[in-house]
């Protein structure tokens, strides 16, 4: 178990080391994407941030990662003063070697949590797993969650448990966040996906918040609406 006296990024890694899927979802995903990447590996796409401490750690242990530039993406520099605007102030921007220079063992955890966050009720209350909706048509995950480990889902949920008992700013946060996908998949008159706490997977009514048990897969999108897109697997 997680300690609560220190913070310990070594023990958040070991601890949140679980696989997402039960395959190695970034191979499924990179045949997909212009640049042969994985979703969650390419800094055109998504920008890792780190908390403060987690920094030092990863400077401490490793050279795997830089503080982000904003001209990583060769093809779409951007100014990373305005992505640092919508970062919280506990974290900041980074980026690391790529994946073919990839350490594993020293992943941040937005690299282990990616494609998804802490799902916020209205209540403020953590109730389980919600994806972020802006890749997906990019990412293979989002269109498989049924595919997503139970062992995933229970290291994600403890390991947010921690963080959130560390800094209950990052709770505000995710609550925020959790708002703003509510208020989009209304404007799309969408239900959310959302892979509870207890095991099971829901239909989140964005407007009352009830939950509707999910009884079959959750809709496919992109490239991988077809049941064959599993077959990029090598």
């Given at each position: 178990?997680?300690?609560?006296?220190?913070?310990?990024?070594?023990?958040?890694?070991?601890?949140?080391?679980?696989p997402v899927?039960?395959?190695?979802?970034?191979?499924?995903?990179?045949?997909?994407?212009?640049?042969?990447?994985?979703?969650?590996?390419?800094?055109?796409?998504?920008?890792?941030?780190?908390?403060?401490?987690?920094?030092v750690y990863?400077?401490?242990?490793?050279?795997?990662?830089?503080?982000?530039?904003?001209?990583?993406?060769?093809?779409?520099?951007?100014?990373?003063?305005?992505?640092?605007?919508?970062?919280?102030?506990?974290?900041?921007?980074?980026?690391?070697?790529?994946?073919?220079?990839?350490?594993?063992?020293?992943r941040a955890?937005?690299?282990?949590?990616?494609?998804?966050?802490?799902?916020?009720?209205?209540?403020?209350?953590?109730?389980?797993?919600?994806?972020?909706?802006?890749?997906?048509?990019?990412?293979?995950?989002?269109?498989?969650?049924?595919?997503?480990?139970?062992?995933?889902?229970?290291?994600?949920?403890?390991?947010?448990?921690?963080?959130?008992?560390?800094?209950?700013?990052?709770?505000?946060?995710?609550?925020?966040?959790?708002?703003?996908?509510?208020?989009?998949?209304?404007?799309?008159?969408?239900?959310?996906?959302?892979?509870?706490?207890?095991?099971?997977?829901?239909?989140?009514?964005?407007?009352?918040?009830?939950?509707?048990?999910?009884?079959?897969?959750?809709?496919?999108?992109?490239?991988?609406?077809?049941?064959?897109?599993?077959?990029?697997?090598?």
């Amino acid at each position: 178990m997680l300690e609560t006296q220190k913070t310990s990024f070594r023990e958040i890694y070991d601890h949140f080391a679980a696989p997402v899927t039960d395959i190695d979802c970034g191979l499924m995903c990179a045949p997909h994407n212009a640049n042969g990447k994985p979703t969650c590996c390419d800094i055109c796409q998504a920008v890792p941030a780190v908390y403060h401490p987690e920094w030092v750690y990863l400077q401490q242990s490793t050279g795997f990662w830089q503080v982000y530039r904003g001209d990583e993406c060769v093809e779409n520099p951007v100014s990373p003063e305005r992505l640092l605007a919508d970062t919280p102030e506990h974290m900041m921007l980074a980026a690391c070697l790529g994946p073919a220079h990839c350490e594993r063992p020293f992943r941040a955890i937005s690299c282990r949590q990616f494609p998804f966050f802490p799902y916020m009720d209205t209540e403020g209350k953590f109730i389980g797993l919600a994806y972020e909706w802006a890749f997906e048509t990019s990412c293979w995950v989002i269109s498989n969650l049924e595919r997503v480990t139970m062992s995933y889902r229970k290291v994600f949920a403890t390991t947010y448990d921690y963080l959130f008992a560390r800094w209950a700013h990052d709770r505000e946060s995710y609550a925020a966040y959790s708002a703003e996908m509510r208020a989009h998949f209304v404007q799309q008159k969408r239900g959310i996906p959302l892979l509870h706490r207890d095991g099971r997977n829901y239909l989140l009514n964005p407007c009352t918040g009830s939950l509707e048990p999910s009884t079959k897969p959750f809709d496919r999108r992109g490239p991988y609406k077809e049941k064959n897109s599993d077959q990029a697997q090598p």
